[in-house]
């Protein structure tokens, strides 16, 4: 694929991610969710009220800057609502998470090209990242956790970049992986995962290098094997070595350098986030703060029904067995007004339902699990294989792209879904969302691998997939656009009774 169509497939897909995001954004002339905290914390910013908040400032900050420039346009004010303490319309307090959401995908396009140098797969990534709805849902309210993927996934970008450099550039983009991973920790602390798994496939790096020193690879005794094993990672040209992936640079990031770059300058910025919050509010200085957050989700209860009926603990997210409703009203008929206040009509009585539902693309969820257990068989598979070869347990000496990218998959989802095991409040789908990065990335590399095969049926299983997930996400478009849905069509879409 050339480089102009690279460029035109990412503008393609940002238009799509825009349009969804920004379409009719105004609809719902209401708090959704918890916009009744977020709207209303980025709008006490601009009346200077002082509140306290269980989450790190900096998505409020943003949405505050949105209020404040969006008051300031033409256009977006047919609705208004005094909702947040102030007339705002819906347009103000949404904008900003409909245009970082916008970006999310096409940096998943980015990261996934930086990682591979492989155009189509980093397409295919951004392209299935755009048809999933929970991140539709997210990026259309004035909610927090679509900041943190923004971040995230800049921050992780912007490491695989300082990797492909040399001394001072390297630092330099270094340092902004640090600011931004600080950024994504200001927005709420499971940002944190994103820089954790960084560290992850650096100390794992080291560790296959300390452990190819304890077991040295033998002369291979079944030399047809040691390709499909460990090809070559890079190729030669002009007597320079061309790199097939910044991972294999990992090793020229020492310690000190980790714990500099990726250590102090994210808690120094972090820290430098709260400023602007205890200037505010000054009740509680920056230790005491943290101690009444964490008393807060100490104290926040279990997931159980009784504490919220969308609860659902971390095992329930993979296979999206208990999505969450963010808005739920009914009508008698099409043309009645938008409902937006008040309790539902009776089920009887019901004919319209307008529901937000943050769910998930399933087939794309699911296609994504069994993605990463595939390719966590794969790279297993491939250890034992070599030491098989072997006679003993080794590794191989140069480790071949695809299961670096494998690696690097497999250890970012696990640091941003295995956290949550221990925690025992009350917890949502959309924490999920760190993690679900990862699963479009491997089910995207999976697609791309088959595409790329010689053999038909490998073509047309990747083929067959992709527009499942395509049509899925038409399918469920309605739900996570608050679409009119006649009762029936809305029950079709509903296909177990946990996502009700």
Same mark, same amino acid.
């Given at each position: 694929?050339?480089?102009?169509?690279?460029r035109l497939?990412i503008?393609?897909?940002?238009?799509?991610?825009?349009?969804?995001?920004?379409?009719g954004?105004?609809?719902?002339?209401t708090?959704?969710f918890?916009?009744?905290?977020?709207?209303?914390?980025?709008?006490?910013?601009?009346?200077?009220t002082?509140?306290f908040?269980?989450?790190?400032?900096?998505s409020?900050?943003?949405?505050?800057?949105?209020?404040?420039?969006?008051s300031?346009?033409?256009?977006?004010?047919?609705?208004?609502?005094?909702?947040?303490?102030?007339?705002?319309?819906?347009?103000?307090?949404?904008?900003?998470?409909?245009l970082?959401?916008?970006?999310?995908?096409?940096?998943?396009?980015?990261?996934?090209?930086?990682?591979?140098?492989?155009?189509a797969?980093?397409?295919?990534?951004?392209?299935?990242?755009?048809?999933? !709805?929970?991140?539709?849902?997210?990026?259309r309210y004035?909610?927090s +956790?679509?900041?943190?993927?923004?971040?995230g996934?800049?921050?992780?970008?912007?490491?695989?970049?300082a990797?492909?450099?040399?001394?001072?550039?390297?630092?330099?983009?270094?340092?902004l992986?640090?600011?931004?991973?600080?950024a994504?920790?200001?927005?709420?602390?499971?940002?944190?995962?994103f820089?954790?798994?960084?560290? !992850?496939?650096?100390?794992?790096?080291?560790?296959?290098?300390r452990?190819?020193? =304890?077991?040295?690879?033998?002369?291979? =005794?079944?030399p047809?094997?040691?390709? =499909?094993?460990?090809?070559?990672?890079?190729?030669?040209?002009?007597?320079?070595?061309?790199?097939?992936?910044?991972?294999?640079?990992?090793?020229?990031?020492n310690?000190?350098? *980790?714990?500099?770059?990726?250590?102090?300058?994210?808690?120094?910025i972090?820290?430098l986030?709260?400023?602007?919050?205890?200037?505010?509010?000054?009740?509680?200085?920056?230790?005491?703060?943290?101690?009444?957050?964490?008393?807060?989700?100490?104290?926040?209860?279990?997931?159980?029904?009784?504490v919220?009926?969308y609860?659902?603990a971390?095992?329930?997210?993979?296979?999206?067995t208990?999505? *969450?409703?963010?808005?739920?009203?009914?009508?008698?008929n099409?043309?009645?007004?938008?409902?937006?206040?008040?309790?539902?009509?009776?089920?009887?009585?019901?004919?319209?339902?307008?529901?937000?539902?943050? *769910?998930g693309?399933p087939?794309?969820?699911?296609?994504?699990?069994?993605a990463?257990?595939?390719?966590?068989?794969?790279?297993?598979?491939k250890?034992?294989?070599?030491?098989?070869e072997q006679?003993?347990?080794?590794?191989?000496?140069?480790?071949?792209? +695809?299961?670096?990218?494998?690696l690097?998959?497999?250890?970012d989802?696990?640091?941003?879904?295995?956290?949550?095991?221990?925690?025992?409040?009350?917890?949502?789908?959309?924490?999920? *969302?760190?993690?679900?990065?990862?699963?479009?990335?491997?089910?995207?590399?999976?697609?791309?691998?088959?595409?790329?095969?010689?053999?038909?049926i490998l073509?047309g299983?990747?083929?067959?997939?992709?527009?499942i997930?395509?049509?899925?996400?038409?399918?469920?478009m309605?739900?996570?656009l608050?679409l009119?849905l006649?009762?029936?069509?809305?029950?079709?879409?509903?296909?177990f009774?946990?996502?009700?």
């Amino acid at each position: 694929m050339n480089k102009n169509l690279y460029r035109l497939g990412i503008l393609g897909i940002f238009l799509l991610a825009l349009g969804l995001r920004f379409w009719g954004i105004n609809r719902f002339n209401t708090l959704v969710f918890d916009e009744v905290y977020y709207a209303q914390f980025g709008n006490d910013y601009l009346t200077h009220t002082p509140f306290f908040n269980a989450h790190p400032p900096l998505s409020q900050y943003i949405i505050s800057i949105g209020i404040w420039i969006g008051s300031h346009l033409p256009f977006g004010r047919e609705t208004v609502n005094g909702l947040t303490g102030s007339l705002l319309a819906p347009w103000n307090y949404r904008w900003t998470n409909a245009l970082f959401g916008s970006f999310v995908p096409v940096l998943v396009v980015l990261l996934t090209y930086q990682l591979s140098y492989q155009r189509a797969f980093a397409l295919i990534a951004g392209f299935f990242t755009a048809c999933d !709805g929970l991140f539709l849902v997210e990026s259309r309210y004035a909610l927090s +956790d679509i900041y943190i993927i923004f971040f995230g996934l800049l921050g992780q970008w912007l490491f695989l970049l300082a990797l492909e450099k040399q001394k001072q550039q390297r630092y330099l983009w270094l340092i902004l992986a640090g600011i931004t991973f600080g950024a994504a920790v200001g927005t709420k602390w499971n940002g944190l995962f994103f820089l954790t798994g960084i560290y !992850g496939i650096w100390i794992i790096a080291w560790v296959i290098r300390r452990l190819k020193f =304890l077991f040295p690879p033998r002369n291979p =005794l079944f030399p047809q094997l040691r390709f =499909l094993v460990s090809p070559p990672p890079s190729k030669i040209a002009n007597n320079r070595i061309i790199l097939q992936t910044p991972l294999q640079n990992l090793l020229q990031i020492n310690i000190f350098q *980790m714990l500099f770059f990726l250590g102090i300058i994210p808690a120094t910025i972090y820290s430098l986030i709260w400023i602007p919050h205890l200037q505010l509010d000054r009740r509680y200085d920056f230790i005491e703060v943290h101690r009444q957050i964490w008393y807060f989700h100490a104290h926040l209860g279990g997931n159980l029904p009784s504490v919220h009926p969308y609860c659902a603990a971390w095992y329930k997210w993979p296979l999206m067995t208990r999505p *969450m409703a963010y808005y739920y009203q009914t009508a008698h008929n099409f043309t009645d007004p938008i409902p937006v206040l008040g309790p539902a009509l009776p089920s009887q009585d019901a004919n319209v339902i307008y529901d937000v539902h943050a *769910m998930g693309n399933p087939f794309l969820w699911w296609f994504g699990l069994a993605a990463i257990i595939f390719i966590l068989g794969l790279v297993i598979a491939k250890i034992i294989v070599f030491s098989i070869e072997q006679k003993r347990f080794s590794f191989p000496t140069n480790l071949d792209i +695809d299961t670096w990218i494998c690696l690097y998959l497999i250890i970012d989802y696990l640091a941003n879904l295995s956290p949550w095991i221990p925690v025992t409040r009350c917890a949502f789908i959309y924490h999920y *969302m760190g993690g679900l990065v990862f699963l479009f990335m491997a089910i995207a590399w999976l697609v791309d691998q088959c595409l790329r095969s010689y053999f038909l049926i490998l073509r047309g299983f990747a083929v067959t997939i992709s527009f499942i997930i395509i049509g899925a996400f038409v399918f469920w478009m309605p739900i996570y656009l608050g679409l009119p849905l006649s009762t029936t069509h809305y029950h079709w879409r509903m296909w177990f009774t946990s996502w009700i």
